[in-house]
């Protein structure tokens, strides 16, 4: 089974944990379009991912921010449900601050952007040109009103929010 996982070419990968006592301990899935492997038990390095993939995975690994995935794929992207997500968290726990309702709409509406651009089969030819627009509308929304609403870090990682494959399931 990681064999097949390890030759996908779209790869969506997560890990959680949980304590057993005082020891922490993580399941990681490895899903893709047909099949999900789980690794139960194990610990959250990136040792447990290369044991899994290998040092260099050739398709698009779809994942969190955690850092462990940075190198590991030839074209990455990040999860925008975990941005979406956090971006939420942080409009509900400051209701009082508008900015923060405005970032999350503005979000939003750009991801909605962003899947209407990969769901146009006419921008094939300009999607390199698409891809920067985007990653330039998210620099500039990630960092309204002098606050850091995203770490530098994580600015860093805005090119990796549009990789979207354009792989379909067909079941």
């Not at 959250?44 to 993939?53: E, H, V, W, Y």
């Not at 620099?139 to 850091?148: I, V, W």
């Amino acid at each position: 089974m990681a064999e097949l996982i390890a030759a996908a070419s779209l790869l969506y990968v997560d890990e959680t944990g949980w304590k057993k006592g005082k020891k922490s301990c993580y399941t990681w899935v490895f899903g893709t379009i047909a099949e999900v492997y789980y690794c139960c038990g194990v610990g959250r390095g990136k040792d447990i991912l290369t044991k899994t993939l290998g040092e260099h995975f050739a398709g698009i690994g779809v994942t969190d921010d955690y850092t462990c995935y940075d190198s590991i794929f030839s074209q990455h992207q990040l999860c925008w449900a975990h941005f979406l997500r956090k971006a939420a968290e942080l409009m509900l726990r400051n209701p009082t601050v508008k900015a923060y309702q405005r970032f999350y709409i503005r979000l939003l509406l750009l991801y909605r952007l962003a899947k209407r651009y990969q769901n146009d089969a006419r921008l094939t030819v300009s999607r390199a040109a698409k891809v920067r627009e985007l990653q330039q509308k998210t620099l500039k929304l990630c960092t309204r009103c002098r606050e850091e609403i995203v770490t530098e870090k994580q600015a860093e990682k805005v090119t990796v929010y549009f990789v979207f494959s354009s792989l379909r399931a067909t079941m």
